[in-house]
């Protein structure tokens, strides 16, 4: 197909319908299971590590904000690696995430279907089939995308209000609770003791709770969809850092300081079955029944805002990558009535809800390592997506010089050097220290990475035999792309 022959969507997402869309990223159930998984491992010391994560999560924001600033386009990461690193990695930027999507709906959405069986078996003393639920809350999200953006964005807004009730919820009914004496040691160590290992569950800490705060990426990914993009971009960044900084800090506070350590170790009870405790499970015995409802509510509501933005923003990624016929044309179409790229949105809820009976089966000492094969998966994919970023952002100003001259927000070259620097060191010291938990998840993400490469040479070869120069398609923006003050 020809690089402008498409149909572009015209539907606009105001600002705070992006705020709602990021924070749900960002947030969603991570923040109701990691802390109490953190703190077992690592114990008061996640006081500290919530903070030391809080640079790379800012290092994070700078460059969205300079690349999305600079070139507010829809599937963002695919367009930065293709036009400011290479046409080979803009491919890597568009199928990677693809993996690591299919991976995190699964995962959502098994974590979804474990607290709906234990609020059930709370509330009722039943619970329903993991697969059931899995495929009600995939295939509900996928028919809401593709509906339209402006729908799911009403629905986000509602949703997002709810899982911020529930962590209000947690926050303020700990505060009472809450011990000075619980802080320290920050790195309590001694023989017998679970965190003797010392440092280690620190860093890991560290890293587990940074990798939520990439869900501000999503933002670069919807840039077409964006009313005045180039400003809202920086104030959707802004506003929403502070939302996820700020609620992020209270919990992990409230959490080591109201709730006891022994609390953290000891696995939960979800649909009969043992898993890690999330907030509200861990919070038994200190806040009452009907705060530990709300927030087990929430975490199920905070499950569904990550699957609805996951299907919204990535679609578009697969959208953009098509429209270069990097991958086939099908993926580029947008739906006549609904105006969303309604194909991409099929090929990231179809797999996981095939994938969905095989998980349900497991029991329970299989599913918790399969969970975390999963995670790793998601992780190693995020990261490798902000390396490429990072070396994006360093090649800005040199390959669309007066993208970044005219940039709102212009970040300082010195700074913009620190920036993109600490993106790539980041992110590869961080997947080094998570591909060591599930190997065999690295080594799939690897062969992943193979395949989109004999993928990326047989389109260069295939269009070249039509002498289409598809590198050269790669590396120029779109016509509606472009600004009057584009040199290229």
Known sequence: MSAENYKLIDQRVGLWGAVALLVGTALGMSIFIVPTQMAAAAGPSITLAILVSIVPMVLGVLLLLQLGGAIPVAGGIYVYGSRLVGPFWGVIGVTVPVLAVWSYLLF?????????????????????????????????????NYAGVQVVTKVQLAFVGALVVGMLAFVLGGLPHVEVANYTPVFPAGEGEPFADGFGPFLLAVVTLYIPFQGFGMIIEIGEELEN??????????IGMAIVTLLSLAIVFVLVGAVPMENMTVSGQLGGEPVDGGLAAVADGVLPPALLLV??????????????????????????AARDDVLPEVFAAVHEDYRTPHRAILLFGIPPMLAAPFVGQLDAITAPAVLDWLVTVVVTGIFIAFLIGGVALWNLPKT???????SIYKLPMPVLKVVAVGNVVVSAA?????VGTAPSAFGVVLVWIVLSAL????????YDRKGIDLKARMAALHAHEQGASDDD
């Open 400 to 406: 669309f010089p007066q993208r970044y001259e005219h």
């Open 430 to 434: 961080f997947t080094v220290l998570v």
């Open 295 to 320: 927030i087990g509510v929430a975490a199920l509501v905070a499950a569904a805002t990550t699957v609805n933005t996951l299907y919204t923003s990535y679609s578009r990624t697969v959208m953009r």
């Open 229 to 238: 993009p180039v400003e809202n971009i920086p104030k959707v960044l802004a």
């Open 455 to 462: 993928l990326y040479w047989y389109r260069v070869r295939a």
């Open 108 to 144: 959502a959405a098994v974590g979804f279907a474990d607290y709906l069986n234990g609020l059930l078996g709370t509330i009722a003393g039943t619970s329903v089939p993991t697969v059931a639920a899995v495929w009600v809350l995939l295939g509900s999200f996928l028919v809401l």
